[in-house]
C-alpha cells in the first residue's frame, strides 16, 4: 500500500517487478520523496533504476520481500516450456487489453513465475507473471 511504501528507507527488502514483468528480492538504495531507487539483489548495479510509487501505475510493482520472488505456484503444476496459456498483460497494454494466448518460455520453479510471449497489435512481446495471479495468466490456456 502506499503508506507501508512511505515508510520504507534505504536499506530495506522488498519485491520489485522490473520492466520486463519478472518480481526480483530487491534493496532500496536511495530515497527521494515517493521515488526509490531500487537494486536488484544478485544483478549488477548497471540494472538499478529509479520507480515511483507516487505514480498509480506503478504501485503493482512493489510487494512484500520474498511474497513473489520465492512464492511456489499453487496453481499450473502441470504447465511446462512451450505451452500456450491465456495472458492478460493490462498493466502493460492499458485497461482495454484483453486475454490472449501466449507461449511459455521460460520457468522459474523456485518462484512460481513463468516468461510469456505474446502478440499486442501484431508485435510480438515477452513478459514474465506468478501462475498464481489469477488477473493476469488463466493456466487453462
Not at 500500500?1 to 519485491?15: P, Q, R, V
Not at 504447465?79 to 482495454?96: A, L, N, T
Not at 490472449?100 to 521460460?106: D, N, Q, S, T, Y
Not at 507473471?129 to 490456456?141: F, I, P, Q
Request: charged share 30%; hydrophobic share 30%; glycine share 8%.
Amino acid at each position: 500500500s502506499y503508506s507501508a511504501l512511505n515508510e520504507l528507507g534505504c536499506g530495506d527488502k522488498i519485491d520489485h517487478r522490473d520492466v520486463a514483468g519478472r518480481f526480483i528480492k530487491s534493496t532500496i538504495i536511495s530515497k527521494n520523496g515517493t521515488n526509490l531507487k531500487i537494486h536488484y539483489d544478485g544483478w549488477s548495479s548497471k540494472w538499478d533504476s529509479w520507480c515511483d510509487y507516487g505514480t498509480d501505475n506503478n504501485l503493482y510493482r512493489f510487494a512484500t520481500v520474498r511474497s513473489i520472488s520465492r512464492c511456489p505456484r499453487v496453481r499450473g503444476k502441470h504447465i511446462e516450456e512451450e505451452m500456450f496459456v491465456d495472458i492478460k498483460p493490462s498493466y502493460r497494454h492499458g485497461s482495454d487489453c484483453h486475454w490472449r494466448k501466449g507461449k511459455i518460455r521460460r520457468l522459474d520453479d523456485y518462484s512460481g513465475q513463468i516468461e510469456v510471449m505474446y502478440k499486442n497489435k501484431k508485435k510480438k512481446y515477452l513478459l514474465w507473471v506468478h501462475l498464481d495471479n489469477k488477473s493476469e495468466v488463466d493456466v487453462a490456456g
